[in-house]
């Protein structure tokens, strides 16, 4: 890249002015992809341990309904406790889904 002498003419110039434009383009093109790289990475990671994080809750759930049956049994029967912790979840589950939908009926306080 020669300096300026004043000996170049004004379309050399010119052209040289807009190779280099295009090369810093390109070299800023490739600094943001490459930061969309470290960054789609970073939250892929992330988006797989809330994912398994969620299932190991989930499973802890399941776990504590068990033994909610299981702790319930000897007092009202197999059947019963089973048909009572399936139905107070199912009325929890209910409760909060309407609770959930009136979050989205619009002029809803937040």
Known sequence: MPLLTGDEPLPAMVSRLVGETRALAGAEIA??????????????????????AGVLALAALIALLVGLIMTLTPVVGPGLATVIVVGVVLILAVILGLVGKSKLTPGAPS
């Open 31 to 52: 600094v943001y992809k490459a930061r969309f790289g470290i960054t789609l990475a970073a939250y892929k990671t992330a988006a797989i341990f809330f994912a398994v």
